[in-house]
């Protein structure tokens, strides 16, 4: 980045700032026919549509407004009323009726499928708001269904919350849209295994990813860490491999039911989402090897993983039973899940065990392979050769690119972009996710938002049509940091909404500076969501805080440290005292576990919450309710902080006296 654009992101950040306190930021007012002033949110539209261009005045959805639809799009109509009925109110019975049996009326939205719109693909669409009507049409229903949500976007703020708003006008500005995205493959990996998440929170996901426009749920669903798919010819898998034991003896786990699992499918179909199942193999297979050992190259016995990292028990590649055992749960994966891709993983896969085990080397001689490398190869093709004969499509992380793979076959990129421009060369598609711009579960501190903004999937290196394999992006959530709803919104939120911009708008349109005015009415609507999303406010929070003490590197210890400062000079009164934790530079950000207040070195207080203070912050300050201040006593702050990612972490720690 240039000093130039530095600068000119900072003026326009501090902007933001300020109006961000008086109205909603990037509203632009508008004066409709009868002079009546009003403001909508024109210009915040993410991810940004290909064409728009805006008129005067506006369409107002009133109590007695129609939605029209075809009978195709009958259900992205009913999906529309749903999402737009909880803010308006029961005022607004949003009716939805089919257009065949009426005339294209006033008053209405009308939602309908028109052949002519090929040239825009299948999820494309164009919406036309004039004073009488709002008209969004597509080729397909997917289409019909993005034009809904750029309609829910240009609607004042207020329509993305759960409760009825008071005193809105509902009005949409009166554009020309032309719309279609420049991907085809926009999706989240959701890791459910190693921090097990509930259905809701997956539809919730949907939900979130639905609004960004993104298609593609990859669900990650086997790990050493946890099973979490019912196959019902394998009870154990759920009974065993879906349960670790924690370090401190605790049972932890969860899986989805088959049932549970098609309404998930189905949901995110009503969205137009693909799920595609993520069955990892040959490696991340302990918590199968523990509910069947014989499946292993030493027959265990084995445990579910309780700890992060790559381990060296995998399926053994010699046994005929391992083969036997995959496809059968793939054909109940296949059940389940209709999507045309299959993921298989096919990464960190340790060939030790296979180096010492009698029946893989015996698979070596037999199949006249060079070498460990060559037999993870047969393993991938073997499975390939399988999914292909069932008329799916294999996806594997870009090692299964080691060794050949059949032209069908889909690569997914994780260490850097090196393998997605080797697969496209090889004519494999590719989707790219590289650890630098996509892995959403890194901390703000080495992916901020417009790191993730600035990811450009197709590379420079590609001729025109090598880089027609590159069907799009991921952004990943690896779930070992992530062991809850709000931890997983933080992580996502908002760089996820960077990376469906990146996913949908035409390159030239991808601007940061612009994004990040719109991010700012965004971010607006995703706390009306309820979404915890990692941003930076610190402004109101540092005011009148008088500097306490700082942590810095050389204190630091990657197991965490035990911090304390002297705090007599700034206790002075008996009442309530907050101290904030406040990260200045350094690689790593700071995570909190928790602060005490000590009087003549004894605790009388501890905040127990996880704080995070990196580039980005949440939850760095500390309170403490001082009820008397002893005479003469001497008061101090510990805190337990842990650096995240190396030991260069350095801050500030402020303390503040409120009332
Ligand atoms: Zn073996």
Not at 145 to 154: A, I, P
Not at 165 to 189: H, N, S
Not at 382 to 396: A, H
């Amino acid at each position: 980045m240039t000093h130039r654009t530095m600068i000119w992101g900072f003026v326009v950040s501090f902007f933001c700032l300020l109006a961000i306190n008086h109205t909603f930021s990037a509203e632009v007012s508008m004066k409709s026919k009868n002079d009546e002033t009003s403001t909508t949110p024109i210009a915040s539209i993410i991810p940004k549509p290909a064409k728009i261009s805006f008129g005067d005045g506006f369409f107002a959805i009133k109590p007695d407004t129609i939605i029209m639809a075809d009978e195709e799009v009958q259900k992205e109509a009913e999906y529309l009323a749903d999402v737009l009925q909880p803010a308006m109110g029961l005022g607004f019975a949003l009716k939805v009726q089919l257009r065949e049996n009426m005339q294209e009326s006033n008053n209405s939205i009308i939602l309908k499928i028109d052949p002519l719109l090929n040239a825009l693909g299948d999820e494309g669409y164009k919406m036309s708001v004039s004073g009488e009507r709002v008209i969004i049409s597509g080729a397909k229903p997917a289409g019909v269904f993005y034009g809904c949500q750029t309609l829910r976007q240009m609607l004042p703020i207020e329509i993305f919350g759960d409760k009825k708003a008071e005193g809105v006008d509902w009005k949409v500005p009166c554009a020309e849209i032309e719309d279609q995205p420049r991907f085809e493959w926009r999706g989240q990996l959701f890791d459910c295994c190693r921090h097990f998440f509930s259905v809701d929170t997956v539809k919730r996901a949907i939900d979130l990813l639905a609004l960004h426009k993104m298609n593609r749920l990859h669900w990650h669903l086997t790990e050493d860490q946890g099973w979490r798919v019912e196959i019902k010819k394998y009870p154990k898998l759920t009974e065993v491999g879906a349960w670790r034991i924690e370090n401190d003896g605790s049972r932890y786990g969860g899986f989805y039911t088959q049932k549970e699992m098609r309404e998930i499918v189905e949901y995110a179909s009503a969205c137009h989402i693909m799920v595609v199942p993520e069955i990892e193999m040959p490696g991340h297979s302990i918590a199968a090897l523990a509910s069947y050992p014989h499946l292993g190259c030493t027959g265990g016995p084995y445990k579910v993983a309780n700890s992060w990292g790559v381990f060296t028990d995998v399926y053994c590649a010699g046994n005929k039973d391992v083969f036997r055992f995959i496809e059968d749960v793939l054909t109940e994966v296949l059940d389940i899940f209709p999507s045309p891709y299959i993921h298989i993983g096919g990464d960190e896969c340790p060939k030790d065990a296979w180096k010492k085990c009698s029946k893989c080397q015996a698979r070596i001689q037999a199949e006249n392979l060079k070498d460990e490398h060559e037999l993870q190869s047969y393993f991938i093709k073997r499975i390939d050769k399988f999914l292909t004969g069932k008329g799916r499509r294999l996806i594997g992380w870009d090692e299964i690119l080691e060794g050949g793979l059949s032209p069908n076959a889909v690569v997914q990129s994780w260490r850097g972009i090196k393998g997605g421009i080797e697969s496209a060369r090889q004519s494999h598609d590719v989707i790219m996710s590289p650890t630098t711009h996509c892995y959403l579960d890194y901390d703000y501190t080495s992916i901020s938002v417009e790191k993730s903004y600035l990811f450009e999937p197709v590379p420079s290196e590609l001729t025109e049509k090598e880089s027609r394999h590159i069907l799009g992006l991921e952004g990943n959530i690896w779930a070992e940091r992530v062991s809850n709803q709000d931890r997983l919104d933080f992580q996502l939120y908002p760089r996820l909404t960077a990376l469906s911009e990146v996913g949908w708008s035409p390159k030239a349109a991808r601007d940061w500076n612009d994004f990040d005015v719109r991010l700012n009415t965004h971010l607006k609507r995703l706390e009306l969501l309820g979404v915890k999303y990692g941003k930076d406010e610190m402004g109101p929070i540092l005011q009148d805080a008088q500097l306490l003490g700082h942590w810095s590197a050389n204190q630091m210890k990657m197991e965490g440290v035990e911090l304390e400062w002297d705090a007599t000079p700034f206790i002075k009164d008996a009442g309530k005292y907050h101290v904030i934790f406040f990260y200045k530079k350094g690689a790593s950000a700071l995570q909190i576990e928790w602060a005490a207040l000590l009087e003549n070195g004894k605790e009388i207080q501890r905040d127990t919450h996880q704080g995070w203070s990196g580039a980005v912050k949440r939850d760095i300050v500390f309170t403490f309710l001082l009820p008397e201040r002893a005479a003469g006593a001497a008061y101090a702050i510990r805190a337990f902080g842990i650096p995240q990612g190396d030991e260069d972490s350095n801050g500030d720690v402020l303390i503040k006296f409120d009332e």
